[in-house]
C-alpha cells in the first residue's frame, strides 16, 4: 500500500472521529483498527494530520471518544508488549499507536479535568496476561499500564534489542526475559556492546519519545517549591514496578557515555550516512534527565520506626537517582566522565576542521546530566577532581559561558554553566587542579594570553562581567564567589588575569555603582577577600598581582576613604542616571582576541526562549565552610560567621531579585523573567523603595577588608618607588624580579582562615532546575514539535 493511501485512509479515520457526535464502542474494531493496523506513517505524518483544534474539540465534545482513541491504543501497546511483536504487522502497529499517544498526550495534559484520566482504572482493562499475578483483578491505571508496556517494548527481542534465539523455531518469552542480558550499549555494568542496528535505534527513539512525552505532565502545572508534588509518571515508571529499571537506566548511561559523534574516527564519515544513533542519544540524555528527579531534595518524614530500617540501606525511592548514587567503580567513573567530555568538547573541535565532524546540539542536557552526577554521587564528584580530568569538563563549560554572555535566549545556560561551576569551585582539588597551564587553542573571544586555567577562568568571567548583557547580573556573585573559592590555591596569576581582577575592582568600586544597589558592596568584598587570600596563601608565585595592585593602589585608597556624606551620595546617583546601568566597558589595555574566534553574538530576531524561575541569592545558594590546618573543612554556623557584609542584615537594605535581606525563606513566591524585569526597573526608577544613607554606608564600609593589601602597599611601594628612583626604571620586568624575590613574611597580619562558600542544594535551585531542564527539552524537540502551542504552565515561550 503506498505511503500517500496510508495517510489518506488514516486521515479519513480522523475525520470520522472528528466528526462523529455519538459515542463510538470500543468493541467496534473495525472503526478504530483504521488508525493503527493498515498504515505506514511516520511521526510527522501524524503531528500533520491530526491538528491541535481537532484534537482540543474531540476533548470538549466527544469526550468518550478521546478516552476509547487513549485506551485503545495503549491496549495495542499493551498486547505488543505481550507477544513480544513476532510479526512486521505487529511491529506497525506498536509504533503507530506510540505516535498517536505522543500526539494527543499533550492535549490531555494541558486540560485539568483529563489529568486524572489515565490514572483511573478502566474497567477490564488489566493486563490479558497478567491476571493471575494481580490480586486486585490487574485493574491498573491506564498510565501504569502505557509506562509498563514501554519497558517492556525497550526490550523486546528482534524489535529494540537483538535476539539471542538459538535456533529460528525457538520463541523467546517477553514474561521470562531477563533484560539485563540485552542491555543496549557496553559501559557501566555490562561489558558486550552489541552490533549498531539502526531499525532497533528508531525504534527505541520511537518509545522513548512517547515515554519522554507521559513525563511532560509536569510542564503543564506551574512553578511551586512543594516538594510533595512528584511526578507520578516518573515516580511510578522509576519504582519497583518497573522490572526492566536497572537494565533500562543502564541503556541510557551507557548510550549517551559510549556516543562518539565522530562516526568513529573517520573525518567526514557523518555526511556518508544519517546517524541513527545520535537521535537515540538526544532522546536518552533526555529521558535521563527528567527521571533523575531527587524527591524534592528533603528527606521524607520517617513514618514509623519499622520503616526506617527499611529505607536506610535502600537510599533513594526513584530507582534511577538509587543506581546513579550507587555506581563507585573507578572504570564506570572513568567511561561516563571520558564520554561527557568528549561529547562537551565536540562542538569546539568543530572549529579546527569545519565541518569534518557531526555537531552535536544537546550540550545543554549533557550538562545538567553532568550536574547531576555531581550532586547524587558525591563518589564521582570525588573523582572528577582526583586528576586533570576535570579540565576536560571546565574548558567546554567556559568557551559555552563566553559563546553565550550577548545571547539573551541562552541565559539558561549561563546559569547551568555557572552552578557547576560554583559547585566544583567548593571542592579544594578544584582549585589546585586550575593551576595547570593552559595550551589548548580553542578559537574563544578573549584577549590572548599564556598561563593556566586559573587564567582562562578569570579572563573568561571578566569578559562575561563587562561585556555580557543586563540579564546575568544576578550571575555576578556566583562568578566572584567561585574566584573567592578557588583564589587561596593559585600558584601564579598572569599579568593579563591580575589586570582583570583589578579592573573588576576598579569598575565595582565607583560611588555611583556601589551607592546605586543595595547589594552592589557585596562585589568588592568578594574582590578583596579573592586578594586576601592569595596574598596571605599564595604570594610567593604571585608577583604580577602584587605588581598589578602596587600599580592601582589609588583604588584601595578611596576605598578605604569612601566619602559618605549625603552630597557625594546625590552626586553619585546623579551620575548614575546619565550612564547606563553597566560596568564601566573599557578595559585598562583592551587587548585583541585570540586567531578564529568569533565576537559573542546576540540572539537572532525569532529566536523562542523559554522563561526561568529568580534564582535563590548567594547566601542561599551557598553554605560557609572554614578550612581548618589539615585541609579539612568545617561548616560556619550561620549566625556567627565572621563580619563580611553578607552576614550583615543592616547592609542589605531592601530585598533585591538575587538576594533576600531576612535569613528566612521568602522563595515560595516565582517571578517569571518578565516579572523579574519590571520589578528591577520599577525599583530602578522609584528611589523610594531604597535610598543609600551615611549610616548604611558606614556599616559596610568599617568592614572592608582592607588591612592585608594596606600593609602590603606600605611595605612594598616604598621599596618599589626607590629602586625606579635608584636605576632610572621603567621597565616593568625588573620591578617583577624584585617582587618575585620579595618577601613579606612576618610582616603581614595573621592570615585569616579561608572560608569556602560551597554550594547548598534547596527549593529554589531545585525549581530552577525543573524549569530549565523541561525549558531546554521543549525547545529542543521540534521535529516533532511535540508540545509547540500546547497550553504549558511551568514557563512562558517567548519569541526574541
Known sequence: ???????????????????????????????????????????????????????????????????????????????????????????????????????????????????????????????????????????????????????????????????????????????????????????????????????????????????????????????????????????????????????????????????????????????????????????????????????????????????????????????????????????????????????????????YLPNSTKKIQFHQELLVLFWKLCDFNKKFLFFVLKSSDVLDVLVPILYYLNDARADQSRVGLMHIGVFILLLLSGERNFGVRLNKPYSLHVPMDIPVFTGTHADLLIVVFHKIITTGHQRLQPLFDCLLTIIVNVSPYLKSLSMVAANKLLHLLEAFSTTWFLFSVAQNHHLVFFLLEAFNNIIQYQFDGNCSLVYAIIRKRNVFHQLANLPSDPATIQKALQKKKKSPDTISRTSSQETVSMEGSHPAAPAEPGTLKASLVAIPGIDKLTEKSQVSEDGTMVSVPKMDSPATAQSDQSAAGATSDTESNSGRDNEDVFYTEAEMERRRLSSASSTSLWAPTPEWILSWKCKLPLQTIMRLLQVLVPQVEKICIDKGLTDESEILKFLQHGTLVGLLPVPHPILIRKYQANAGTAMWFRTYMWGVVYLRNVDPPIWYDTDVRLFEIQRM
Not at 478504530?32 to 503531528?47: A, K, R
Not at 541510557?252 to 537515540?280: K, M, T, W
Not at 528527579?293 to 534511577?320: K, M
Request: overall charge negative; some cysteine; hydrophobic content about 40%.
Open 1 to 351: 500500500m503506498g505511503s500517500s493511501d496510508s495517510k489518506l485512509n488514516f486521515r479519513k479515520a480522523v475525520i470520522q472521529l472528528t466528526t462523529k457526535t455519538q459515542p463510538v464502542e470500543a468493541t467496534e474494531d473495525a472503526f478504530w483498527d483504521q488508525f493503527w493496523s493498515d498504515t505506514t506513517i511516520t511521526v510527522q505524518d501524524v503531528f500533520a494530520l491530526v491538528p491541535a483544534a481537532e484534537i482540543r474539540a474531540v476533548r470538549e465534545e466527544s469526550p468518550s471518544n478521546l478516552a476509547t482513541l487513549c485506551y485503545k491504543a495503549v491496549e495495542k501497546l499493551v498486547q505488543g508488549a505481550e507477544s513480544g511483536c513476532p510479526s512486521e504487522k505487529e511491529k506497525q502497529v506498536v509504533l503507530n499507536c506510540t505516535r498517536i499517544l505522543t500526539r494527543i498526550l499533550p492535549y490531555i495534559f494541558e486540560d485539568q479535568d483529563w489529568r486524572g484520566f489515565f490514572w483511573s482504572t478502566v474497567p477490564g482493562a488489566g493486563h490479558a496476561g497478567a491476571d493471575e499475578l494481580d490480586e486486585d483483578d490487574g485493574a491498573r491505571p491506564l498510565a501504569e499500564s502505557l509506562l509498563l508496556a514501554i519497558a517492556d517494548l525497550l526490550f523486546c527481542p528482534d524489535f529494540s534489542v537483538h535476539s539471542h534465539r538459538r535456533s529460528p523455531d525457538s520463541v523467546e518469552s517477553m514474561q521470562s526475559l531477563d533484560s539485563c542480558e540485552y542491555i543496549w550499549e557496553a559501559g557501566v555494568g555490562f561489558a558486550q556492546s552489541p552490533p549498531l542496528n539502526y531499525i532497533h535505534d528508531l525504534n527505541r527513539a520511537e518509545l522513548l519519545r512517547l515515554l519522554l512525552t507521559c513525563f511532560s505532565e509536569a510542564m503543564y502545572l506551574p512553578p511551586s517549591t512543594d516538594h510533595s508534588v512528584l511526578n507520578p509518571w516518573v515516580t511510578f515508571f522509576c519504582s519497583t514496578e518497573n522490572r526492566h529499571a536497572l537494565p533500562l537506566f543502564t541503556s541510557l548511561l551507557n548510550v549517551v557515555c559510549a556516543y562518539d559523534p565522530v562516526g568513529y574516527g573517520i573525518p567526514y564519515n557523518h555526511l556518508l550516512f544519517s546517524d541513527y544513533r545520535e537521535q537515540l542519544v538526544e532522546q536518552a540524555v533526555q529521558i535521563l534527565i527528567v527521571t533523575l528527579e531527587h524527591d524534592g531534595g528533603v528527606p521524607h518524614p520517617p513514618a514509623s520506626p519499622s520503616s526506617i530500617e527499611e529505607q536506610e540501606p535502600a537510599g533513594p525511592e526513584n530507582l534511577f537517582v538509587n543506581y546513579l548514587s550507587r555506581i563507585h567503580r573507578e572504570e564506570d567513573f572513568d567511561f561516563v566522565l571520558k564520554g561527557l567530555a568528549r561529547l562537551l568538547t565536540n562542538p569546539l573541535a568543530q572549529t
